[in-house]
Nanobody, 120 residues
Framework: QVQLVESGGGLVQPGGSLRLSCAASRSIFSIYAMGWYRQAPGKQRELVADITSGGSTNYADPVKGRFTISRDNAKNTVYLQMNSLQPEDTAVYYC??????????????WGQGTQVTVSS
């Protein structure tokens, strides 16, 4: 039960940086985990990074050391700072809310996606 809206995507040259934002319609303090996924043409959607309510982070190997996920609970917003971008990072990036309850288990909510294109 949360709406997610991504922003910050665009066209950037190799080696450049972008910061993606995901604004949630409700408090994210109690959400089990917030994350970023991406999907390139012809490929499966894959996890980029996530962050739990306790602050633990997880990154996919291709982005380790380059991307940083963070959370601002006061603003109900999750960020993805992307540095040293490469053409292989080109994809639609989706914000994800992983919500878990005792009775229903895991439920996933998704934003509409924002395009990131890395090209010279």
């Amino acid at each position: 039960q949360v709406q997610l809206v991504e922003s910050g995507g665009g066209l950037v040259q190799p080696g450049g940086s972008l910061r993606l934002s995901c604004a949630a319609s409700r408090s994210i303090f109690s959400i089990y985990a917030m994350g970023w996924y991406r999907q390139a043409p012809g490929k499966q959607r894959e996890l980029v990074a996530d962050i739990t309510s306790g602050g633990s982070t997880n990154y996919a190997d291709p982005v380790k050391g380059r991307f940083t996920i963070s959370r601002d609970n006061a603003k109900n917003t999750v960020y993805l700072q992307m540095n040293s971008l490469q053409p292989e990072d080109t994809a639609v990036y989706y914000c994800n809310a992983d919500m878990r309850t005792y009775f229903t288990g895991r439920q996933d909510y998704w934003g509409q996606g924002t395009q990131v294109t890395v090209s010279s």
